[in-house]
């Protein structure tokens, strides 16, 4: 087994202590994970366990009330002005639900980060725009479409290719697969599979255990503000952990207790 000195060498993001809290209500309780450069994390956890607050906090949406977030070895809450907009375009991010805009048509919605964030040309943003849905799938014909004109299928690709437009060097999706058929959803993860190629270090977020197992490189899971379990895919179906065990099976009983709120 690696030892956990060597994970944190070599990693690309480095989350320490973090707290989270909105008012009485605690959601990250001393959250510590790391995402290995050049490797895909997948946190995985029930319905409002803050697996969105989490990816909210590396992006810097959302300030931690305590801990520290590095990315490539820089302290995020130290970053002020042009440090912080070269922070942001390391990011690429799949939105739940795609997230476009609907009055673009779909290559202006893929050249969207192009033009306004990289000050990219617009006829060179509409070249790369049409490489990248080239790459996820999609016809030429298909970028002259608006979004209403797609499926949720053929929109969360779309949302791929403008996560991969600018070849970030961290992709995070949330949700990928939500709302997809099987087959639909299989296609996403071999897509999300692909990206990794190229040397993308991806976190995700998901319920959806299918996907986890096939897009993940190590797996980790978030339970009342802490990562309970942290290990690779392989060792999920081994982890020990009563908790995990109950997650990954979809049993109601268990020492997960769901809060039902009438
Ligand atoms: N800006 C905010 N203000 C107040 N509470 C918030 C805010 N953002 C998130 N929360 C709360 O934090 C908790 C965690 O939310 P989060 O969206 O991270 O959950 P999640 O694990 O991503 O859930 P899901 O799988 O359902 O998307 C929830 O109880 C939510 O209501």
Redesign the pocket.
Known sequence: MESAASVTADAKIVIKGVKKR?GP?V?LDGLDLVVPRGQSLVII?G???????TIKCVLGILKPDAGQILVDGQDTAKLRGNARDAYLRKFGMLFQGAALFDSMTVWENVAFGLIQGRGVKRATAREIAFEKLAKVGLAADVGALYPSELSGGMQKRVGLARAIAAEPEIIFFDEPTTGLDPIMSDIINNLIVETRGSGTTTLS?T?DLVSARKIADRIAMLYKGKIIWEGPTAEIDRSGNPYVEQFIHGRAEGPIKMEVKA
């Open positions: 909105f209500k959601v956890g319905s409002g366990t803050g697996k969105s607050v977020i319920h």
